[in-house]
């Protein structure tokens, strides 16, 4: 199985075959749209569950309890704060959780005492805190300022890196993408948005990058001297720069998943923490996203933005027309031999068959003149002999069966 894939990847290096990544673009711009607006709307209907870092609230954790049933704390709650529905959480195996609305020092201390109270603790076992709304807030400024610094950042470098700015763009778009991706799926699992989701993105951008500019290098290398080449257009040169990446993106990104797959299950199911959970579901949907970007959607991306540029126009009509003008007889030769030589060699047989037909052959001509001296009783001269040459090429006369006639006998004197 190894060895097989090992094969598969080192033909997709060398060429012998090839993923329809750059054909088939707009199927992949299709499925990402797709996918947006289907998670997009589930996400909206669920709406953004936001964290108390985020909304401003009082929380309170009770630590050491025998029973992790929800149901006591939510009634706990209702008695001192009937008009609101806290959200609970169960942290590890003997933690709880509880997210209420503001609430003063007098009912902040009544429910630290309830909550003690309903789950038999003492009361050093539940901790209470306070975070106003306008914290949450100031952290969302600073978060949208840092991913729009970061981005205009990046694109300038990017910009600078490959020397054009439509590689950028599109590196760019792919980014744009992932976030997307990593934000609607976030909103259908339901996961609550607290500041290690925000540092979750934020590592995401840095290695959708990554992915996106290892597949761009290759296509740079590719397409350095692409105007000189007649065999592949500049389309089909980021196709094989994209296959030839393929099997490195995704064998990076499973490594990369491999643990950040293993602290999501860990945080989620067993331990139950909060801040491990956020930061490794951001992580892994993330790098699900930018394998799939950089592969599929980049390069193509890239092709669309180029190839209406005047040099690319003109390269790929070269290559279309070397291509056309192929001859079938010379079809099995261009399976593997370069397009520009079959098309010498295509022209270089018309230009002999429309000498052929125009211009009687020097041998023809040496063979009616001959033939007019044996009629007049001369001996003609051997073919063989006196080879004509045409221009710099050396034809050697065609031997054509013929009769000999003779004259009349003569005797010779004793």
């Given at each position: 199985?190894?060895?097989?894939?090992?094969q598969?990847?080192?033909?997709?290096?060398?060429?012998?075959?090839?993923?329809?990544?750059?054909?088939?673009?707009?199927?992949?711009?299709?499925?990402?749209v797709?996918?947006?607006?289907?998670?997009?709307?589930?996400?909206?209907?669920r709406g953004?569950?936001?964290?108390?870092?985020?909304?401003?609230?009082?929380?309170f954790?009770?630590?050491?309890?025998?029973?992790?049933?929800?149901?006591?704390?939510?009634?706990?709650?209702?008695?001192?704060?009937?008009?609101?529905e806290?959200?609970?959480t169960?942290?590890?195996?003997?933690?709880?959780?509880?997210?209420?609305?503001?609430l003063?020092?007098?009912?902040?201390?009544?429910l630290?005492?309830?909550?003690?109270?309903?789950?038999?603790?003492?009361?050093?076992?539940?901790?209470?805190?306070?975070?106003?709304?306008?914290?949450?807030q100031?952290?969302?400024?600073k978060m949208?300022?840092?991913?729009?610094?970061?981005?205009?950042?990046?694109?300038?470098?990017?910009?600078?890196?490959?020397?054009?700015?439509?590689?950028?763009?599109?590196?760019?778009?792919?980014l744009?993408?992932?976030?997307?991706?990593?934000?609607?799926?976030?909103?259908?699992?339901?996961?609550?948005?607290?500041?290690?989701?925000?540092?979750?993105?934020l590592?995401?951008l840095g290695?959708?990058?990554?992915?996106?500019?290892?597949?761009f290098?290759?296509?740079?290398?590719?397409?350095?001297?692409?105007?000189?080449?007649?065999d592949?257009?500049?389309?089909?040169?980021?196709?094989?720069?994209?296959?030839?990446?393929?099997?490195?993106?995704?064998?990076?990104?499973?490594?990369?998943?491999?643990?950040?797959?293993?602290?999501?299950?860990?945080?989620?199911?067993?331990?139950?923490?909060?801040t491990?959970?956020?930061?490794?579901?951001?992580?892994?949907?993330?790098?699900?996203?930018?394998?799939?970007?950089?592969?599929?959607?980049?390069?193509?991306?890239?092709?669309?933005?180029?190839?209406?540029?005047?040099?690319?126009?003109?390269?790929?009509?070269?290559?279309?027309?070397?291509?056309?003008?192929?001859?079938?007889?010379?079809?099995a030769?261009?399976?593997?031999?370069?397009?520009?030589?079959?098309l010498g060699?295509?022209?270089?047989?018309?230009?002999d068959n429309?000498?052929d037909d125009?211009?009687?052959?020097?041998?023809?001509?040496?063979?009616?003149?001959?033939d007019?001296?044996?009629?007049?009783?001369?001996?003609?001269?051997?073919?063989?002999?006196?080879?004509?040459?045409?221009?710099?090429?050396?034809?050697?006369?065609r031997?054509t069966?013929?009769?000999?006639?003779?004259?009349?006998?003569?005797?010779?004197n004793?």
């Amino acid at each position: 199985m190894s060895a097989t894939f090992a094969q598969f990847g080192n033909d997709l290096h060398a060429g012998r075959r090839t993923l329809p990544i750059v054909r088939r673009r707009k199927l992949w711009y299709i499925i990402s749209v797709v996918l947006l607006v289907l998670l997009g709307s589930v996400a909206a209907l669920r709406g953004v569950n936001l964290g108390i870092e985020f909304t401003g609230g009082s929380e309170f954790q009770v630590s050491g309890v025998a029973s992790t049933d929800q149901a006591p704390a939510r009634d706990a709650v209702r008695e001192v704060v009937p008009d609101n529905e806290p959200k609970i959480t169960v942290l590890g195996s003997d933690t709880v959780r509880v997210q209420t609305a503001q609430l003063d020092s007098e009912r902040t201390s009544q429910l630290a005492q309830d909550l003690a109270r309903t789950y038999d603790v003492p009361a050093d076992n539940v901790s209470s805190s306070y975070i106003g709304p306008i914290w949450g807030q100031d952290v969302t400024g600073k978060m949208i300022r840092g991913v729009v610094v970061f981005l205009v950042l990046v694109g300038v470098v990017m910009a600078l890196y490959f020397r054009n700015i439509k590689a950028s763009t599109a590196a760019m778009i792919a980014l744009v993408h992932d976030m997307l991706v990593t934000a609607v799926v976030y909103g259908v699992v339901g996961f609550e948005v607290t500041p290690a989701t925000i540092i979750g993105f934020l590592t995401i951008l840095g290695y959708s990058l990554y992915d996106t500019i290892v597949v761009f290098d290759k296509v740079r290398e590719n397409t350095a001297d692409f105007g000189s080449r007649t065999d592949r257009t500049f389309a089909e040169l980021v196709e094989l720069a994209a296959n030839q990446t393929v099997m490195r993106s995704i064998n990076t990104s499973v490594v990369a998943l491999l643990p950040v797959g293993s602290i999501l299950a860990i945080g989620a199911f067993l331990l139950g923490a909060g801040t491990l959970k956020d930061i490794s579901l951001a992580l892994f949907i993330g790098i699900v996203a930018g394998t799939y970007s950089s592969i599929f959607l980049a390069p193509g991306l890239l092709v669309d933005l180029r190839l209406r540029e005047r040099s690319i126009r003109e390269h790929t009509a070269r290559v279309e027309a070397a291509r056309r003008d192929v001859t079938p007889g010379h079809a099995a030769a261009a399976d593997g031999a370069n397009p520009a030589d079959v098309l010498g060699d295509a022209v270089d047989d018309g230009a002999d068959n429309t000498a052929d037909d125009t211009t009687d052959h020097p041998a023809d001509s040496r063979d009616d003149a001959a033939d007019a001296s044996i009629e007049a009783g001369q001996t003609p001269e051997s073919d063989t002999d006196n080879p004509v040459r045409v221009g710099t090429t050396r034809i050697q006369p065609r031997r054509t069966p013929r009769r000999r006639r003779t004259g009349p006998t003569q005797k010779r004197n004793p």
